[in-house]
T-cell receptor, first 121, second 113 residues
Framework: ETGVTQTPRHLVMGMTNKKSLKCEQH?????MYWYKQSAKKPLELMFV???????ENNSVPSRFSPECPNSSHLFLHLHTLQPEDSALYLC????????????????????FGDGTRLSIL | SQQGEEDPQALSIQEGENATMNCSYK?????LQWYRQNSGRGLVHLIL?????REKHSGRLRVTLDTSKKSSSLLITASRAADTASYFC?????????????FGQGTTLQVKP
């Protein structure tokens, strides 16, 4: 049990469907992350939220839309995905420090959920 | 270009032997982290080493960092079958203030009983 729960664990969807991935952390952390893990590729950061504000969008296509309603929940809304979007989507959280000039993220370990295995038909 | 690159890509050893994995990176870092991933699961944090540290230990794990060579190594001593997993290094670059870790492609370790 990592303290980070992702649902669903598996998702199969057509290219015209709309679905959402959910992540919930029970660790009291203030930063949350979405990653994409494809076969034969390094883990790719997609989005970072610090204190519910999006602080990083790593050039992710607009068919992926994140939402962070509070510091414990993170969603990834999906619509009109492509076959190359099939991958394992991982959520993570960490307790980062907020300074007056911005966050000092990345200085604490990240805690990962077990991911959602997404297949696009 | 990729920040973290692990070497070797795959490693197979007998139980009880030591396993060494290496990671190289390109730009100045704030810290370097090692993670483990079992098949079908998420990543588990192992060790974080800061740029002003040279070595850290955690149980059977030993991590070294050489900032002059921009490289790190992870040593697992007295390996067990349960250590079978993929191991990733991740770097936080000095220019980042958003927690953006850059991961390598990983080393797949198989420990045979």
């Amino acid at each position: 049990e990592t303290g980070v729960t992702q649902t669903p664990r598996h998702l199969v969807m057509g290219m015209t469907n709309k679905k959402s991935l959910k992540c919930e952390q029970h660790l009291g952390h203030n930063a949350m992350y979405w990653y994409k893990q494809s076969a034969k590729k390094p883990l790719e950061l997609m989005f970072v939220y610090n204190f519910k504000e999006q602080t990083e969008n790593n050039s992710v296509p607009s068919r992926f839309s994140p939402e962070c309603p509070n510091s414990s929940h993170l969603f990834l809304h999906l619509h009109t995905l492509q076959p190359e979007d099939s991958a394992l989507y991982l959520c993570a959280s960490s307790q980062d420090h907020h300074s007056g000039t911005g966050t000092s993220g990345g200085n604490q370990p990240q805690h990962f959920g077990d991911g959602t295995r997404l297949s696009i038909l | 270009s990729q920040q973290g690159e692990e070497d070797p890509q795959a490693l197979s050893i007998q139980e009880g032997e030591n396993a060494t994995m290496n990671c190289s990176y390109k730009t100045s870092i704030n810290n370097l982290q090692w993670y483990r991933q079992n098949s079908g699961r998420g990543l588990v944090h192992l060790i974080l080493i800061r740029s002003n540290e040279r070595e850290k230990h955690s149980g059977r794990l030993r991590v070294t960092l050489d900032t002059s060579k921009k490289s790190s190594s992870l040593l697992i001593t007295a390996s067990r079958a349960a250590d079978t997993a993929s191991y990733f290094c991740a770097t936080l670059t000095r220019s980042s203030n958003t927690g953006k870790l850059i991961f390598g492609q990983g080393t797949t370790l198989q420990v045979k009983p």
